[in-house]
């Protein structure tokens, strides 16, 4: 199993979406193991965005991501990472597919609703980034052997 990273974003906050996001992840299969909202500081912005900071519309992301607090959580399945960007859609909202939150809820390159973990090994830095050991949950999820083929597990 992987374990990935979603920001709601100040987008999905602002605009209601929260619920209408979480409830796509929930009905895909996938686990909710951890879940908290959080005002984004200056350092974990830059560390999230490591790969933007020399970007002149660093700033921009910046404040884009502190407008309010966000919901950060932790999605659980086979293959996880990938399922989660797919079901993200592209950056661009005005390109990113119908069917995708990205392309169902938003026109916009930087308020596009959620942020995905890229690859797996993001994916595990990100989830230490944004939550200590005791906030991730392990449990059993009952319906798992009707989300997955037993040859799948
Ligand atoms: N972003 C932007 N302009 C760009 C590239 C990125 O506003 O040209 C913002 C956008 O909100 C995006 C985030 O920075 O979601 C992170 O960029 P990345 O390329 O990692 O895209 P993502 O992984 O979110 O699809
Ligand atoms: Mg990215």
Redesign the pocket.
Known sequence: MERTLVILKPSAIQRALAGEVIRRFERKGLKLCAIKMMQLSDELIQQH?A??VD?P?FP??KE?MQATPVIVCCWEGIEAVQVVRDL?G??NGRKAAPGSIRGDFGVS??E?II??S?TVENAAIELNRFFGADEIFDYQQSALNFIYASDEL
């Open positions: 965005y790969h933007l970007r519309f921009r992301i884009s993200a592209t950056t390159v930087q596009n942020h995905a890229d």
